[in-house]
């Protein structure tokens, strides 16, 4: 007798904030940096990423995204890769400080 195998029904992540995203169609340079970049070539491109996602109507969207993966690279709802490192580990205190834990 052969075996079936189940895969589990899991929640397909929904896309659809992307369509909103004012970095739509923006080069992807801009949020993820050329290989080789140099620190003050980084922070002007930062800055400029950081000016889109700051005028985004789904900022929240992409930051809580790139949170849950994590995304280890580029600009990600309005934070570069060091921020949110340290923005996933404020969520995780405060999850854990309120007894809850955090995905």
Same mark, same amino acid.
């Given at each position: 007798?052969?075996?079936?195998?189940?895969?589990?029904?899991?929640?397909?992540?929904?896309?659809?904030?992307?369509?909103?995203?004012?970095?739509?169609?923006?080069?992807?340079?801009?949020?993820?940096?050329?290989?080789? *970049? $140099?620190?003050? !070539? +980084?922070?002007? &491109?930062? /800055?400029? =990423?950081?000016?889109?996602?700051?005028?985004?109507?789904?900022?929240?969207?992409?930051?809580?995204?790139?949170?849950?993966?994590?995304?280890?690279?580029?600009?990600?709802?309005?934070?570069?890769?060091? *921020? $949110?490192?340290? !923005? +996933?580990?404020? &969520?995780? /205190?405060? =999850?854990?400080?309120?007894?809850?834990?955090?995905?």
């Amino acid at each position: 007798m052969s075996q079936v195998r189940r895969q589990i029904a899991r929640p397909r992540p929904s896309w659809g904030w992307q369509d909103d995203a004012a970095c739509r169609g923006e080069d992807l340079v801009l949020f993820f940096g050329p290989d080789g *970049e $140099r620190q003050p !070539e +980084r922070d002007v &491109r930062e /800055r400029k =990423a950081k000016a889109i996602c700051a005028q985004c109507p789904v900022r929240a969207e992409c930051l809580d995204y790139a949170l849950s993966r994590p995304e280890k690279y580029g600009t990600w709802g309005g934070l570069n890769e060091d *921020e $949110r490192a340290s !923005e +996933r580990r404020r &969520r995780m /205190r405060r =999850a854990a400080s309120a007894g809850i834990s955090a995905a």
